[in-house]
């Protein structure tokens, strides 16, 4: 699937596109160049399913959780992972990527290719590309 956006604005009507094309797929790895919108993308996703508090980046923290409740009623999390800094698998390993990438709780995945070779067979990919100060073209697979 794949649209075009038009300004940070413009991402709340995309969110229920997405919703669709993840097909209940939560773990979620996205690529971009850096200043593309990723973090931006996310917290979008995140407002969507109903977290309360302002996603940011976790280029330092690694991890952001962010709580929220579920369609059925359920306190759960989402994660957003940044692993930009991070040199080798053996250090997400150390992170416990593993795990979070294997619970069902949504996981989105900023700069994954240290990981892709552990990723789960049905691991959603979203594409940021930068095609004008402020339009994206965001493709989803």
């Known amino acids: 699937m794949e649209f075009i956006v038009y300004g940070s604005d413009a991402l709340p009507s995309l969110m229920n596109h997405v919703l669709d094309a993840l097909d209940g797929r939560r773990k979620v790895i996205v690529y971009g160049e850096m200043g593309s919108g990723k973090t931006t ?25 962010y709580g929220y409740t579920d369609a059925d009623g359920k306190h759960t999390v989402l994660r957003h992972l940044d692993l930009y ?13 593993d795990d979070m990438l294997h619970d069902d709780t949504y996981c989105f995945i900023e700069w994954p290719g240290i990981i892709e ?9 979203i594409t940021i590309e930068v095609t004008g100060p402020t339009t994206r073209r965001v493709v989803i697979e």
């Open 85 to 97: 800094r991070l040199l080798s698998l053996r250090e997400a390993l150390d992170l416990g990527i």
């Open 41 to 65: 993308f996310i917290s979008a996703f995140c407002e969507k399913i109903g977290v309360k508090e302002s996603p940011a980046s976790p280029t330092y923290s690694l991890v952001n959780e």
């Open 117 to 125: 070779e552990i990723l789960p067979e049905n691991t959603a990919k």
